[in-house]
């Protein structure tokens, strides 16, 4: 499996990151990409650089014991982010769909409450969500 | 025989320092105890340890995790990443 898991401050390009899982790979017939979006206000996210590029993993990990994936890609920023700019990207590569959006919403239900990072709206700290809590339940 | 202590988010507001070193305490809820003891802002954060997290060498880990010489022990808010 393809595999792109990085923790950064800048702008990711989506395009060349989903050219790296799909890269010399003939059996790939589905992509999903999901990108989160700052929205209404600017953030600053704080994480915990030790832990958050290892938790990433474990989760990609997880997703491709339950999926077969041929390609799986997680990057998720830090930092100062403002209204309109990407926050976190997901990208799931398989040979057919099913598998590629159902990896896809894992992956993200499993980072809302599995990854290192915390967010600060101008009002203060974002409370975390009871539906973030069942989301991730639905997957067992 | 010590411990690397950090702190994220509203847990490191509170305490008011990101990072701190302790004695070797047998788990995270015993050093919360000890810790507690540092400051108004200390007390006020492991006072209310339902509402908080922590990890052990960058692992999520339990109040009950046993805890050895040179351990990272993190306390944060749940988190809110994604």
């Known amino acids: ?140 | 025989m010590s411990l690397k202590i950090l702190y994220f988010a509203w847990a490191r507001e509170m305490t008011g320092v990101a990072a701190e070193q302790a004695p070797l305490a047998p788990t995270p809820d015993a050093l919360a105890g000890l810790l507690s003891s540092r400051s108004l802002g200390h007390a006020e954060l492991f006072s209310a340890r339902a509402t908080l997290k922590l990890a052990v060498n960058a692992e999520f880990a339990d109040w009950d995790t046993p805890l050895a010489d040179g351990d990272e022990v993190a306390f944060f808010p749940p988190v809110t990443g994604g």
Not at chain 1, 78 to 99: F, K, N, Q, W
Request: some cysteine; proline content about 5%.
């Open chain 1, 1 to 140: 499996m393809n595999r792109v898991v990085r923790v950064q401050r800048d702008a990711f390009d989506t395009a060349s990151i989903t050219s790296h899982l799909t890269a010399d790979r003939t059996d790939i017939g589905a992509l999903v990409t999901f990108t989160g979006i700052v929205r209404d206000h600017p953030l600053l996210l704080e994480h915990y650089p030790a832990m958050a590029e290892r938790a990433l993993n474990r989760i990609v990990d997880e997703a491709a014991d339950r999926w077969p994936l041929h390609g799986c890609a997680v990057i998720h920023r830090y930092g100062e982010l403002a209204p309109a700019d990407p926050i976190v990207l997901v990208a799931t590569a398989s040979a057919h769909r099913g598998s590629a959006f159902e990896a896809a919403a894992f992956l993200m239900d499993w980072l809302k409450t599995r990854a290192p990072f915390w967010k600060r709206a101008p009002e203060g700290w974002v409370a975390a969500k009871a539906e973030d809590d069942s989301a991730v339940g639905r997957w067992g």
